[in-house]
């Protein structure tokens, strides 16, 4: 079945220290992939996105992620977390059309 | 200069009852959608509608009808609430599929 994997419900990382968070996905083509944050009792944020082109994505707040088309996965980095970085991570897909489809999504904890 | 904005913020209701949450962008985004979040936190679309008009539909209960007055406008009215339907629900907008999407800072149903 068409998904979207995120395999870690919750990722614990020390302050300063780096993250990856993954994301595979089971679409035939390359889908348009996209990761969002969402802080607790907030919406959601994009961090980047990726259409085309240079695999390697920069966003936001320092975060960067990969396309690997062989591994069908999307992961999300960054190389120092900082305590803000505090929150819930949806990687998300758009097979066709406009629709996203969403992962399951990673909770990411930062500890001092 | 809220980009996309929904009200209420938080529903309390009764099973049965009949319910509307209100959402407008200032983007001038043509696609409108909403998502629902369950308690799992899974985001799953459940409408979309370009130019006033429905474009997805993701097999949602009929009790739901989504209503697009203008392309600056998405509200979601709710007949017969259930418990099952106890949710953070999301309005969200863009103007393509490659486009982000931009989500409003949700609506926390609660169905009591």
């Known amino acids: 079945a068409q998904s979207v994997t995120q395999p870690d419900i919750h990722i614990t990382v020390s302050e300063g220290a780096s993250l990856e968070l993954r994301c595979n996905y089971s679409y035939g083509a390359t889908p348009y992939l996209f990761w969002y944050v969402q802080s607790p009792g907030q919406g959601l944020q994009l961090l980047l996105k990726y259409f085309s082109g240079d695999t390697l994505v920069q966003g936001i707040k320092g975060f960067e992620a990969e396309f690997k088309r062989s591994q069908s996965s999307f992961n999300l980095r960054k190389p120092s977390v900082h305590w803000s970085d505090a929150a819930e991570y949806f990687c998300?897909?758009?097979?066709?059309?406009?629709?996203?489809?969403f992962g399951a999504g990673t909770i990411l904890r930062v500890k001092s | 200069d809220t980009a996309v904005s929904q009200t209420p913020k938080y529903l309390v209701t009764q099973m049965g009852n009949d319910k509307s949450i209100k959402c407008e962008q200032n983007?001038?985004?043509?696609?409108m959608y909403w998502y629902k979040q369950d308690s799992k936190k899974f985001l799953k679309i459940m409408f979309s509608?370009?130019?006033?008009?429905?474009?997805i539909n993701e097999t949602v209960p009929n009790r739901f009808s989504p209503k697009s007055p203008d392309k600056a406008h998405l509200n979601l009215h709710i007949n017969s609430l259930e418990l099952g339907d106890s949710a953070v629900y999301f309005c969200a907008s863009n103007s393509g599929r490659a486009d982000e999407q931009f989500f409003g800072p949700g609506t926390r149903l609660t169905v009591l």
């Open positions: 998300a897909v758009a097979p066709y059309g406009n629709k996203l489809v």
């Open positions: 983007l001038g985004h043509d696609t």
């Open positions: 509608y370009n130019n006033k008009e429905l474009i």
